[in-house]
Nanobody, 125 residues
């Protein structure tokens, strides 16, 4: 699976930003995609996940209610809508995909075997 993120940029606190993840080579309709982020000096952090086929999304508590993941299951494009952005949301955001089909969603980066190059999100006052 190849993943390409786009949409990063500079956003004001309280503002919104939308990230896009274009995937190719996804073969398992029940497989999951995930959004992760990594701030300088910190470990890669789970943001949210959803099946490529759609359905429910699962989020880390810190973004629940502010971020929304959607998926276009036809062209395998995932989106991360980020609203009410906070300073702590600044990071490089990565799209990830798993080649396996899980019954339940997973949050550990090690469970995802394909990654995009990342897109930077910077936050200012």
């Amino acid at each position: 699976v190849q993943l390409v993120e786009s949409g990063g940029g500079v956003v004001q606190i309280g503002g919104s930003l939308s990230l896009t993840c274009e995937a190719s080579g996804v073969t398992g309709p029940g497989s999951f995609m995930g959004w992760f982020r990594q701030a300088p000096g910190k470990q890669r952090e789970f943001v949210g996940t959803m099946r490529w086929s759609g359905g429910s999304a699962y989020y880390v508590d810190s973004v629940n209610g502010r971020f929304t993941i959607t998926v276009n299951s036809v062209n395998k494009t995932a989106y991360l809508q980020m609203d009410v952005i906070r300073p702590e949301d600044a990071a490089i955001y990565y799209c990830a995909a798993s080649s396996e089909t899980w019954i339940l969603p997973k949050r550990n980066p090690r469970d995802f075997d394909s990654w995009g190059q990342g897109t930077q999100v910077a936050v200012f006052l």
